[in-house]
């Protein structure tokens, strides 16, 4: 019997494209016995066709057009990047029924909605396990081993750059400029590394993995994100000093609201106490834990970016694509039946640590206790750190659980206290 022919289009050339197509060439006959079927690479799309390309890239496979490509395959894998033209292209495929592997978390977690609609009314697939965390496979656990669970809680270091920039800071006592100069060195950080240092794209990770947990459309904009470039080497300092690291964090939370149940979903930089698992993740690797009601607690850890390690994830999609397109079957379908309220950043929960900078006279802790009081906020532990300047102490105190709004409101009367010179940081803490 002929074996069938599966005609894969890859869009885009690029860090990961070009290892996607090597082992497509590689591990094709691999591939070939686990689908049941053969993986034809019909084309891969590039802007500039003279371009340099690494080795494994057959020159004679490139073609600059991308819509007569996806026009003849079967599986378009998508690795352009950005919203245009990769959204015009998935959309395209999707409209033609033809399913869709993809890599990009900014599509996905801004046009979602757009790209699932227009899958589910065309019966077609789109797969887009290399779009969280690179080769750690969270996506598939969030969407298939985990679809008898009901989570709770999701929590994680979705960015390895700025994971690798904060580990750099608190190994060497660098400064931020000086561990992104080295990150950017090694090819971690873009040039300009505002999508990683300004949490965006952890943001757009999070709402991917938020909608996926807790069956509700949740995308980027519903994110409440602080970036870490402000982080300096004193923070490290007294994070260590109090038991702990700062981690960038991707926080996606199943909370109940009186009889109601919500989503909080928000990138902070974090402080980690350091028996927490996520505290011992180094480097620019990614690490997901995951919370479910009947599974208990599951960690996912691995390499989040690199062209080779999100190939993995992008070749996993096409095995599984390849396969239902021979065979039959299909892709699980986007569920969004929960449709939760998304809360607003001041209903989020959280610890918190809190870091005055004040007068040093008689009285003023009390003073201090007092507005702690007023808004209900109860103080889990207290410190006063070291004399920063003359005439002045500094205090670090923790919460108990509380809402970061009930916190910004005794924050604003605090800045109003002749003793308060100044509130120097105010971070997130996970036990
Ligand atoms: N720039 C990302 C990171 C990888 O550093 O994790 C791509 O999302």
């Known amino acids: ?27 094709g006959e691999d591939y070939a016995q686990r689908c049941g079927a053969d993986l034809d690479l019909i084309g891969v799309a590039v802007r500039s066709l003279e ?8 020159r004679e496979l490139l073609t600059s057009d991308a819509e007569d490509l996806i ?8 690795l352009i990047g950005g919203i245009e033209p990769a959204r015009t292209f998935v959309l395209r495929a999707l409209r033609r029924g ?4 993809t890599g990009n978390k900014a599509l996905l977690a801004s046009c979602g909605p757009e790209l699932f609609d227009a899958a589910q009314h065309a019966n077609a697939d789109l797969y887009f396990e290399a779009a969280v965390a690179g080769a750690v496979p969270v996506v598939y656990a969030l969407r298939e081993s985990l679809a008898g669970d009901h989570v709770t809680d999701v929590l994680g270091i979705v960015n390895g750059t700025t994971n690798y920039i904060l580990d750099e800071m608190t190994r060497s006592g660098r400064s931020y400029e000086e561990a992104l100069a080295r990150a950017q060195e090694l090819g971690y950080a873009e040039a300009d590394p505002s999508a990683d240092v300004d949490g965006y ?29 402000d982080i300096t080497a004193a923070d490290i300092e007294q994070a260590r000093a109090g038991g702990c690291v700062i981690k960038l964090l991707a926080h996606a939370h199943r909370v109940r609201v009186g009889e109601r149940e919500a989503v909080s979903v928000r990138v902070a930089p974090t402080l980690v106490e350091r ?26 850890y691995g390499q989040g970016a690199g062209g080779v390690q999100t190939a993995s994830a992008v070749l996993s999609d096409v095995v599984a694509a390849a396969t239902h397109v021979a065979h039959g079957g299909a892709a699980p379908r986007e569920q ?22 004040l007068a040093d006279r008689t009285g003023v802790l009390a003073e201090i206790a007092q507005v702690f009081a007023s808004h209900d906020l ?12 003359t005439g002045c102490s500094a205090l670090t105190l923790t919460t108990h659980e509380t809402t970061l709004g009930a916190l910004e409101g005794a924050l604003a009367d605090l800045r109003e206290l002749a003793c308060v010179k100044r509130v120097e940081r105010v971070l997130s803490r996970e036990g």
């Open 98 to 101: 033809v399913t869709v592997v």
């Open 378 to 389: 109860s103080v889990a532990a207290l410190t006063q750190t070291a004399r920063e300047e």
């Open 1 to 27: 019997m002929t074996p069938k022919q599966v005609k894969i289009a890859v869009l885009g050339c690029g860090t990961v494209g070009s290892q996607v197509v090597r082992l497509l060439s590689e591990r």
């Open 275 to 300: 028996d927490n698992p996520l505290a011992s993740i180094t480097g620019a690797f990614n690490a997901v834990v995951v919370d479910a009601e009947a599974a208990g607690r599951l960690m996912f």
């Open 201 to 229: 794209d952890a943001a757009a990770k999070c709402a991917i993995l938020a909608s996926l947990a807790f069956h509700t459309r949740v995308g980027i904009d519903d994110v409440d994100v602080t970036g870490m470039s």
């Open 336 to 357: 969004t039946y929960e449709s939760l309220e998304i809360l607003p950043a001041a209903q989020a929960r959280s610890a918190f640590e809190v870091r005055l900078i």
């Open 71 to 78: 026009d003849a395959a079967d599986i378009v894998v998508e």
């Open 51 to 58: 371009a340099p390309r690494p080795q494994g890239v057959p």
